[in-house]
């Protein structure tokens, strides 16, 4: 079974920035894609950015092209997503995801300031 703790979330102004990670332990996530989520407040949860399992292919939604960067770090089993220029229709818990395991953490709160 595979646990998943995010960190790095926190209050900002917009045009700031911060970077989440997510530390799994229990297995190694070396093969499996991964992915961040988040869930504004009284949302749905979305779809945010993924990464396949050597971290050279990446994908995000289109309203954080260009501004979220998601690496990952297979030997020490994190993956981050660097945001920048955070506004504030970002305010979200972000939760990191395995797809194939239906793995998540408990999530991280990030709130923009305007």
């Known amino acids: 079974q595979v646990q998943l703790v995010e960190s790095g979330g926190g209050l900002v102004q917009t045009g700031e920035s911060l970077m989440l990670s997510c530390a799994a332990s229990g297995r190694s996530l070396n093969n499996y894609a991964m992915a961040w989520f988040r869930q504004p407040p009284g949302k749905a949860r979305e779809f945010v950015a993924a990464?396949?399992?050597?971290?050279?292919?990446?994908h995000y939604a289109d309203s954080v092209k260009d501004r979220f960067s998601m690496s990952r770090n297979n030997a020490e089993n994190t993956v981050t997503l660097q945001m920048n220029n955070l506004k504030p229709r970002d305010t979200a818990v972000y939760y990191c995801?395995?797809?194939?395991?239906?793995?998540w953490g408990q999530g991280t709160q990030v709130t923009v300031s305007s």
């Open positions: 995801n395995v797809p194939r395991l239906d793995a």
């Open positions: 990464v396949n399992w050597n971290g050279e292919s990446s």
